[in-house]
């Protein structure tokens, strides 16, 4: 009687699963990856005040760009609509705006501005998506975190004021439709007008 040889199945492996798992993760955070350098807010011990060193701005002047933005926000009382017009407008003068008081102090700030830039491109882009809220609250945190680090180093008695621009990002919820918090993006872009009114 001949030998019947009978072979085991190969099982596709768990190793293979925990590679896959593991290279899809790390694509994930190369792509996704923000290291918060740009964007961290400075804090106290990486800022030292030295009180007998001479002010960082001896002249406080009147910047067009910042006035324009001032001007914008004071003047524009329009409505928001579905095409996001007014937030694309109101997000663009304020990234020139805070770019203008940086280069004022010296701050490089360019590489936060154009991730602004980009978030404010994208909530023009197809009316009906459901996700230009979350783009405006990444804007406003990105903004905000760029005031107060420019804050700190050259406006130290603006605290309180920039402590009131962040709380007003937060209260931009991603997860609801932008039209239906028209007042908190208002008040966001207020709230920044005051900030560099009196940077200004």
Do not use: C
């Not at 896959?20 to 005040?49: N, P, Q």
């Not at 928001?80 to 280069?103: P, Q, R, V, W």
């Not at 830039?117 to 909530?123: E, L, P, S, T």
């Amino acid at each position: 009687m001949a030998e019947i040889k009978i072979e085991q199945k190969k099982k596709f492996s768990m190793w293979w699963l925990v590679v896959l798992v593991i290279a899809a993760l790390f694509v994930y955070f190369i792509v996704f990856y923000d290291d918060g350098k740009s964007t961290a807010a400075v804090t106290e011990t990486d800022y030292d005040t030295n009180t007998n060193e001479p002010e960082l701005l001896e002249e406080t002047g009147n910047n067009t760009t910042v006035a324009a933005y001032v001007n914008f926000e004071e003047t524009n009382k329009k409505k928001m609509g579905i095409n996001h017009e007014y937030t694309n407008e109101a997000l663009l003068k304020l990234i020139e705006a805070t770019s203008a008081i940086a280069d004022e102090v010296g701050f490089e700030v360019q590489a936060d501005l154009e991730k602004v830039r980009g978030y404010a491109k994208m909530i023009t882009k197809n009316p009906l998506k459901t996700t230009h809220a979350a783009n405006i609250r990444k804007a406003s945190d990105i903004l905000s975190n760029v005031l107060q680090n420019i804050q700190k180093a050259a406006y130290p008695a603006l605290t309180n004021e920039v402590a009131e621009l962040k709380n007003a990002s937060t209260l931009i919820y991603p997860e609801v439709l932008t039209l239906e918090q028209e007042e908190a993006v208002k008040n966001y872009f207020a709230k920044a007008s005051d900030l560099l009114q009196k940077m200004n």
